[in-house]
């Protein structure tokens, strides 16, 4: 994908209240250990003030009367210094209770977070994942929620626990001098002003930095799945150059965010310390000139601390708050594929194992019996009634577009009967994966309709429908595992033996007794240690053990050798015995042998008929066979 489509931007989140109210909803379940957690905030906040009116209290109340009087009794100030050691104590435990129990509630919510994540995603339309890149998707798994453990486990608590010590620490300045508080306050709105300008211009560059990451990871996932063909073709330099591109967006992002988000601590700093200083010469004017009746010296060293301790929390709230937007940025895009439509299911006809009587009688089967029915509940009388799968699957009139403006199959409409092998021809895009695709409705027609057995496939759940079809793809997808699991992928509670025969089957037994550890051999990297041909030979086997009533064959022996082909044949012509086929094929000579041959061409049905009929009839079938026309 070119990066300009994949640029990040720095746009606000659309909703920052509502999105944050959605993350926080996921705390509900953990408000017993929540209750906890704000209890030791709050011992921990008491221990921080209590340690800095100490100081006053210990200049006012024991070290000037010990000077004055010139007692050498320090058993009054060692009691006192016990106290303080052991409140302090109690603090520092509350502090670590504090972030031991918050990293059990942000982990919990991460799992659960990942875990809505992935259920909604397998509930996604294939339209999902045609316009979003894995990389892409995958970003929102890592990065994103990331950003959520940071806000959770750090900024949440950080922040809450500013705002209590703030308020505590505010009422210990007030009944310190409400003359000096007043003062401090003057100087915070500098601070305040300062912090809301800075955060809101990292603000749009945080969240521009979680989107531009999201391209570059994107990007980096192609690469890693395309390295063959950017070798081939020599772009070597081209994708450095595009990759450069990206990896400056992500870095001006980055780097405009943490310029503003790291300006703030040092300019609030140095305003702390001019309002120190203005502190300093407030209130010494007010003690000199007082004469301590409006403010010791201690009550002053205790402000002092006070004011220090008031603008820690202000400046914890301003860095927090960048994590926040940042959080903020990353649940958002969490949020927008959880918030997309899932797959529309409203079909209400079941598969199930069936048991046929001679008379035609069908009753349902727990067990497997190798015969299939649709079964019907009838909301309107309450009853339920069965119909013998037997693969008639007929379109007419069917009109599809991928977008609503283009429409790439015109008036499709075809019979397949019970065990007819129905072959598609045409040139690539002539429209043959898309046909397949309509009847195990990855994609929903824009008109027409579709029947199997003689039921609109809207009518049919699609778990069943899709249960009711094996599907054999061009490109094969094969998981991490071993051999024996990625055959019984297609029926899970497949013994060793099926999958063994399936894999004989498809003639993959043999290349799989080759390997080192046979069918237990260890697959990773979507098989990369095999060859294509073997991949396919194995997705074969996969369909095999499913044992389906009706097959989908799309270029299922493009990547075999012709001599395989040969071998594969007959396992392929078995495996197809007694069933619909739908079989997608560039080689003719895999297909002369079909019930019926459709030459498609821009996504309509131009020639249909046997092979000899087709030639008989010498028009574009004809003259690809002999070679006249080729398949592009």
């Known amino acids: 994908m070119p990066p300009a489509k994949m640029r990040g931007d720095g746009r606000m989140a659309k909703d920052p209240k509502k999105t944050l109210l959605r993350l926080l909803s996921y705390l509900k379940k953990y408000w017993p250990t929540l209750v906890i957690v ?159 300008y800075l955060a809101g211009k990292a603000g749009k560059y945080f969240i521009g930095q979680q989107r531009s990451l999201g391209a570059l990871n994107g990007y980096i996932e192609e690469m890693i799945t395309g390295q063959k063909v950017v070798k081939i073709f020599n772009h070597e330099e081209i994708c450095k150059d595009e990759f450069n591109e990206l990896n400056g967006i992500l870095q001006k992002n980055a780097f405009s965010a943490g310029k503003f ?192 057995d003689d039921i609109n496939i809207n009518k049919i759940c699609k778990a069943d429908l899709r249960r009711s079809l094996g599907v054999v793809l061009q490109e094969t997808n094969l998981f991490t595992g071993t051999v024996m699991e990625n055959i019984r992928y297609g029926k899970l509670d497949a013994t060793d033996e099926e999958c063994i025969q399936a894999a004989k089957l498809a003639n993959a037994h043999d290349f799989i007794t080759r390997l080192p550890q046979g069918y237990q051999t260890e697959l990773t990297g979507n098989g990369a240690s095999l060859s294509q041909g073997q991949r396919q030979l194995i997705a074969i086997a996969r369909a095999a053990v499913a044992d389906p009533p009706v097959m989908i064959l799309d270029e299922a022996t493009s990547s075999i050798d012709t001599r395989t082909e040969r071998l594969v044949q007959n396992g392929m012509d078995a495996l197809m015995h007694g069933r619909t086929v739908f079989v997608i094929a560039h080689r003719l000579s895999t297909i002369m042998n079909s019930d019926c041959i459709m030459v498609l061409d821009h996504g309509r049905i131009i020639e249909r008929g046997t092979h000899d009929e087709l030639i008989e009839k010498k028009g574009t079938y004809y003259k690809l066979y002999t070679g006249v026309f080729e398949l592009e």
């Open 38 to 196: 704000l209890l030791c905030v709050l011992a921990t906040a008491f221990a921080s003030i209590t340690g800095s009116t100490a100081l006053g209290d210990l200049v006012d109340e024991f070290i000037l009367p010990m000077v004055a009087s010139g007692s050498t009794d320090f058993t009054p100030l060692t009691q006192f210094i016990f106290r303080i050691a052991c409140i302090f104590a109690v603090g520092a435990l509350a502090s670590f209770l504090q972030s031991y129990l918050m990293v059990g509630v942000t982990q919990g919510i991460q799992k659960t977070v990942r875990d809505e994540m992935f259920r909604k995603m397998q509930s996604l339309p294939l339209r999902y994942f045609d316009t979003n890149t894995a990389g892409n998707i995958m970003s929102r798994y890592t990065s994103d929620i990331d950003t959520l453990r940071q806000m959770i486990s750090q900024s949440i608590p950080q922040t809450v626990s500013a705002i209590i010590t703030l308020v505590v620490v505010f009422s210990a300045m007030v009944a310190e001098s409400w003359i000096l508080t007043i003062v401090t306050m003057i100087t915070v709105l500098g601070v305040v002003f300062v912090t809301k």
């Open 261 to 452: 988000s790291n300006m703030m601590g040092p300019i609030n700093n140095n305003l702390g310390y001019v309002q120190y200083a203005i502190l300093a010469i407030v209130g010494g004017t007010i003690v000199v000139n007082s004469n301590g009746s409006l403010l010791t010296l201690g009550s002053l060293m205790t402000f002092m601390i006070l004011s220090r301790n008031f603008n820690q929390p202000i400046n914890q709230i301003s860095n927090q708050f960048n994590s926040i937007i940042m959080a903020l940025a990353g649940a958002e895009r969490v949020f927008e594929l959880m918030d997309e439509k899932p797959e529309i299911d409203e079909g209400y006809v079941k598969l199930v194992n069936a048991h046929i009587a001679e008379d035609g009688t069908i009753t349902e089967s727990v067990e497997r019996t190798g015969r299939w029915a649709w079964k019907h509940y009838h909301k309107a009388d309450d009853t339920t009634t069965y119909t013998e799968l037997k693969g008639d699957i007929t379109m007419f009139n069917v009109d599809f577009g991928y977008v609503p403006e283009k429409t790439v199959l015109h008036d499709i409409t075809l019979y397949a009967r019970p065990g007819q092998k129905i072959a598609f021809v045409g040139a690539t895009g002539a429209g043959k994966t898309t046909i397949t695709n309509l009847i195990n409705r990855f994609y929903d027609i824009g008109d027409g309709k579709i029947r199997y």
